[in-house]
Every structure is written in C-alpha cells, then in structure tokens.
C-alpha cells in the first residue's frame, strides 16, 4: 500500500478544535472516496468521515455529526477533518485513506482498501 502524508493531530482539552489534514495528490484519480477512520489501541478501527469525491457528498459517523466536518482543497490536493468540540470519547489515532469504494459501506466497515497514511494521534482531556 502507498502513503498519504497526515498532520494536524496532538492534544486539546474538551470542547477545542483541531484540523487534520492529508496529502491526497497522488491517489486522486485513481480512487472515488477519501476518508478519516481512527482507533483505540483494543478496539476495532471506526469510520469518521468519507468523502466521495465523485459528487462531493459527505458521510458521517453518528458520533461526530455536527462536530467534524470533512472537505478537500482541490487545488492543493488536501483532504481535511476540521474537528470542533472535541470530546475524550475522540480520543484515537486517526488515519487519512483513499480507496475505490462505495463510501457509505466503507464507513460502517472501514476495511484495509486502498491507500493509507501513517496516522496522527489525538489525545481530547476532560
């Protein structure tokens, strides 16, 4: 698998923001959806956020609705993840990826497709 270039992670107290982004030029005609998932060291990876970028439409776990929005700047090829009032329950390790992929299944079942980066954490205190 290749490598998408993340940063925007570290730590915030409950109710900040932060904004992580990703480098997304060189799998961005080769995939349809783009994505942020993360996971806590025991747990299963979750899907955050998808993008597919096909149409622009935008897919959000229940529990971030409202609170992360996911876009992309087009002109320089970065995929973004503004995060607002944090909570500790966001606590996680996230990760930006690419892939072919139905964006709505992809989030609920966010699987090793495509491309990954090497993850940024995020570290919400209450």
């Known amino acids: 698998q290749g490598q998408l270039v993340v940063s925007g992670g570290g730590a915030v107290q409950a109710g900040g923001s932060l904004r992580l982004s990703c480098g997304v030029s060189t799998y961005k005609y080769s995939t349809n959806s783009m994505g942020w998932f993360r996971q806590v060291p025991g747990k299963e990876r979750e899907g955050v956020a998808v993008?597919?970028?096909?149409?622009?439409?935008?897919f959000y776990a229940d529990s971030v609705k409202g609170r992360f929005d996911i876009s992309q700047d087009n002109a320089k090829n970065i995929l973004y993840l503004q995060m607002n009032n944090l909570q500790p329950e966001d606590t996680a390790m996230y990760y930006c990826?690419?892939?072919?992929?139905?964006?709505?299944?992809?989030?609920?079942?966010?699987?090793?497709?495509?491309?990954w980066g090497q993850g940024t954490q995020v570290t919400v205190s209450s």
């Open positions: 990826a690419a892939a072919q992929a139905d964006p709505r299944l992809w989030l609920l079942d966010p699987r090793d497709l495509g491309y």
């Open positions: 993008l597919y970028t096909r149409d622009g439409s935008t």
